[in-house]
C-alpha cells in the first residue's frame, strides 16, 4: 500500500484564486511529520511547509496552509492568491518516528502539477 | 532556511566513466544526508540514507558498488557513479537534514539537482 497518496496528477487554477492539493496518507506511527516541497522546472526541491503529527494547530506560511485532519490521515495544501510563479510539481512527503528514535527518511507521494492560469 | 548546493548541476560523460557528485550543506552541520534519483516526470526514489563518519545505507535494489557514497565531514556528502552506462542517465538530488530538535521538525533540505547524461 502506497504510504503517501496524491489523486490529483494535475491541476488547474486561475490566477489569484486558492487551490487545495490533496494528500494522504497512510502510517501505524503515532509520531510523523507530514512536509510539502514545490519543484519548479529547474529542478530543485523547495521546503514549503510542515506539519507534526502532535501539532494542534494547522501550519501556516506565508501563503502556504496545511489542512491536517489527522483522523481521516489527510494533509492537503491550500495555496491562497495563486501566483504564475507557483506553477510547479507539488510533492507531499511523509517522514515517520521522532528524531533520535525513528527513520528520517521521507517517502513522497507522486507529486501533483500544477498550472496557474493568467 | 538552510541552504545546501550541488555540483556539478550538469554532466556529460562517456558510457565507463565515473563520475562524482558533492553535495554540502552551506550554513548548516548535516548529520545525516540522503541522496535520491529521479526519472522524468516521476517522482523522488530514495537510494540512501548518508551518516557522517559511517558506511550509508542502502534501499533495496540499489548497487552500493555502483554509487558510492561517502560523507566525511558534517557538510559534505559525496555520490561516484562508477562505470557509468546509459541506464544510470537521470537527475540526482541530495537532501540535507537539518534536526531541530526544540520544533522536531527534522526538515530535510535539497541541493539544486545534478543532471547526469551518460552517452
Redesign the interface.
Known amino acids: 500500500a502506497q504510504k503517501i497518496t496524491q489523486t490529483q496528477p494535475g491541476m488547474f487554477v486561475q490566477e489569484k484564486e486558492a487551490v487545495t492539493l490533496d494528500c494522504t496518507y497512510d502510517t501505524s506511527d503515532p509520531s510523523y511529520g507530514l512536509f510539502w516541497y514545490k519543484q519548479p522546472s529547474s529542478g530543485e526541491m523547495i521546503f514549503l511547509i510542515y506539519q507534526g503529527s502532535y501539532d494542534q494547530q494547522n501550519a501556516t506560511e506565508g501563503r502556504y496552509s496545511l489542512n491536517f485532519q489527522k483522523a481521516r490521515k489527510s494533509a492537503n495544501l491550500v495555496i491562497s492568491a495563486s501566483q504564475l510563479g507557483d506553477s510547479a510539481m507539488y510533492f507531499c512527503a511523509m517522514r515517520e518516528g521522532y528524531s533520535g528514535a525513528g527513520s528520517y527518511q521521507l517517502t513522497f507521494g507522486k507529486g501533483t502539477k500544477l498550472s496557474v492560469i493568467p | 532556511?538552510a541552504v545546501v548546493s550541488q555540483h556539478p548541476s550538469r554532466v556529460i560523460c562517456k558510457s565507463g566513466t565515473s563520475v562524482k557528485i558533492e553535495c554540502r550543506s552551506l550554513d548548516f552541520q548535516a548529520t545525516?544526508m540522503?541522496w535520491y534519483r529521479?526519472f522524468p516526470k516521476?517522482?523522488?526514489m530514495?537510494m540512501a540514507?548518508s551518516n557522517e563518519g559511517s558506511k550509508a545505507t542502502y534501499e533495496q535494489g540499489v548497487e552500493k558498488d555502483k554509487f558510492l557514497i561517502n560523507h566525511a565531514s558534517l557538510t559534505l556528502s559525496t555520490l561516484t557513479v562508477t562505470s557509468a552506462h546509459p541506464e544510470d542517465s537521470s537527475?540526482y538530488?541530495c537532501?540535507a537534514?537539518d534536526?531541530d530538535?526544540i520544533?522536531?521538525?527534522?526538515?530535510?533540505?535539497?541541493?539544486?539537482?545534478t543532471?547526469l547524461l551518460v552517452l
Open positions: 532556511g545525516t540522503f529521479q516521476k517522482s523522488l530514495l540514507t537527475f538530488i537532501s537534514r534536526g530538535y520544533h522536531r521538525q527534522e526538515t530535510q533540505y535539497f541541493g539544486p539537482g543532471r
